[in-house]
C-alpha cells in the first residue's frame, strides 16, 4: 500500500491492481465486471478496516488454552446507492449484524450535482463509531460530500471512504471540507472529462456492474 497521505491510502498490490484492469477494460462483459467488482471490494475493505480496534479474549484450542482478539468498534456501513452496494455485499459478509445505512444519491448529468433522493438515519450515533462509506467513483466528490455530511452531522468522529477510483479533483474536495477523512482507493487517476467522467476511470460503475 502506498501512504500518500495519512488520510489518503492508495492500495498498491497485484491482486487489486489486477481486478482494477479488468473494471478498466471497456470488453468486460457485465456478469465477469461484477464478479470483479465484488472481488476488488473485498480486497478495499480489507485495506480500509486495518485500523479497527480490537479486545483481548481467551481461547480454548483443541491443544490448549491460547489468546485472541474480538473486535470492539461500533461499524456503520454506508453504501452510497447504487454502485456502492457491491462494496457494502463484501463489506456485510465480514461482519454479519453490522448495521447499514444506506445512502441514495444521483448525480445531476448537467450539473454534476448530487441530489439526494433516500436517506434514513437515526437520530444519534455513537460518536466513537466507525461509519465506512462505500462508493466505487470519486469523480467531483459531491456525491462522497453529500453521504460523509449525513454523519458529520450526527456527530461522528471516524468516517472513512472507500472507492475503487479517485479523481484528483475529487480528493481535494473531499479533503478540503472533511480533512479528517481517511480515503481508500486503488487508484488516483488523471483528471474529469467535460461530463464528470474519471479519466481513464472505468466508465459508469453503476451501469457496469448492473449490466443497465
Ligand atoms: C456515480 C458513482 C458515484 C458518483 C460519483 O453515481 O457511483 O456515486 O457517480 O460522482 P461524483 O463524485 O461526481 O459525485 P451515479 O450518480 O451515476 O449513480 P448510480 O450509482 O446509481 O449509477
Ligand atoms: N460516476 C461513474 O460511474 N464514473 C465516473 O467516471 C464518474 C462518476
Do not use: W
Amino acid at each position: 500500500m502506498i501512504e500518500t497521505s495519512t488520510k489518503l491510502r492508495v492500495v498498491d498490490h497485484p491482486l487489486v491492481k489486477q481486478s482494477l484492469t479488468r473494471l478498466r477494460d471497456h470488453q468486460t462483459p457485465s456478469n465477469e465486471f461484477r464478479a470483479t467488482a465484488l472481488r476488488l471490494s473485498r480486497f478495499l475493505v480489507y485495506e480500509a478496516m486495518q485500523d479497527l480496534s480490537v479486545r483481548p479474549v481467551g481461547v480454548e484450542t483443541p491443544v490448549g488454552p491460547g489468546e485472541g482478539v474480538v473486535l470492539s468498534d461500533y461499524v456503520i456501513l454506508a453504501p452510497v446507492l447504487r454502485a456502492g452496494l457491491v462494496l457494502s455485499e463484501a463489506a456485510e459478509n465480514l461482519f454479519p449484524n453490522v448495521r447499514i445505512y444506506h445512502v441514495g444519491l444521483k448525480r445531476d448529468e448537467v450539473t454534476l450535482e448530487a441530489i439526494s433522493y433516500y436517506a434514513k438515519l437515526p437520530d444519534s450515533l455513537p460518536p466513537d463509531c466507525k461509519v465506512y462509506v462505500l462508493d466505487p467513483m470519486l469523480a467531483t466528490g459531491g456525491s462522497a460530500v453529500a453521504a460523509i455530511s449525513l454523519f458529520q452531522k450526527l456527530e461522528v468522529r471516524t468516517i472513512n471512504l472507500v472507492s475503487f477510483v479517485a479523481a484528483p479533483e475529487g480528493i481535494e474536495k473531499v479533503h478540503k471540507e472533511f480533512p479528517d477523512v481517511t480515503i481508500t482507493t486503488a487508484a488516483v487517476d488523471d483528471h474529469l472529462n467535460e461530463h464528470g467522467y474519471i479519466v481513464p476511470g472505468l466508465g459508469d460503475a453503476g451501469d457496469r456492474i448492473f449490466g443497465t
